[in-house]
């Protein structure tokens, strides 16, 4: 089972509000992601590092910004929350070593909604 | 700009049927992923496929891989209630990884 894990799982909160999404992984993996998906919609990539210090925005244009001083950890934050905020946001990792599957696995998931 | 294109977007079919969902994308890639979704939770990965010709088996589900058609099949065979889910097939381009937009997969019992 992977351990990756992402707090709150479940965040109601008003327009307006900065709001800090965590994602801790501990399998030392380098590469790590943020995706948003709408409910049954498909995931779109808005963050992603290659590992400390690293971090490049995605396909996805997102008001968020992320940062990554820690190898397990990859925060993601939103200064000022507003209601088209409102998502799922999947946090996801995998390992880089070479002639490896590189199998990449997701967190539990973090459900925003911003009144 | 990759594109992963995935066909059908929804299935519904028997119990017992066999079916198969298609994922086709535009850039080389060095892997192609297959997940499953059920409703509210995260995703579960089920196979990776990283070489021409390759093709992974897991109980009803089978996953192949034609990288110079990049095309890859997800085949389910006999069909039960309990595969019904969204799965999602994905690409790995320089390290980013980029989803189709998931087939909705529901079986009748």
């Known amino acids: 089972e992977a351990d990756i894990y992402q707090t709150p799982r479940y965040l109601v909160i008003g327009t307006g509000k900065k709001i800090t999404l965590e994602c801790s992984q501990t399998?030392?993996?380098?590469?790590m992601y943020w995706y948003q998906q709408d409910p049954g919609m498909e995931l779109h990539l808005i963050h992603y590092s290659y590992g400390v210090n690293s971090t490049e925005k995605g396909d996805l244009s997102s008001e968020s910004t992320v940062s990554r001083i820690r190898t397990e950890h990859f925060p993601l934050t939103l200064e000022s929350a507003r209601p088209s905020h409102t998502s799922q946001y999947l946090c996801a990792s995998r390992s880089d070593e070479a002639y490896k599957y590189n199998e990449q696995f997701f967190g539990p998931g973090t459900r925003l909604t911003v009144l | 700009e990759l594109k992963v294109e995935q066909n059908p977007l929804f299935l519904s079919m028997q119990e017992g049927k066999n079916y198969t969902i298609y994922c086709n994308y535009s850039?080389?890639?060095?892997?192609l992923y297959w997940y499953r979704q059920d409703p509210g939770k995260s995703l579960e990965s089920l196979f990776v496929l990283l070489s021409n010709g390759a093709v992974k088996q897991e109980g009803r589900l089978m996953a192949s891989l034609d990288t110079k058609a990049r095309l890859s099949t997800l085949h389910i065979t006999a069909a039960v209630h309990d595969l019904s889910a969204t799965y999602f097939c994905?690409?790995?381009?320089?390290?980013?990884?980029?989803f189709g937009k998931g087939t909705r997969l529901h079986i009748l019992p």
């Open positions: 994905a690409v790995d381009i320089d390290d980013k990884i980029i």
């Open positions: 850039t080389t890639s060095d892997r």
């Open positions: 399998m030392g993996h380098d590469k």
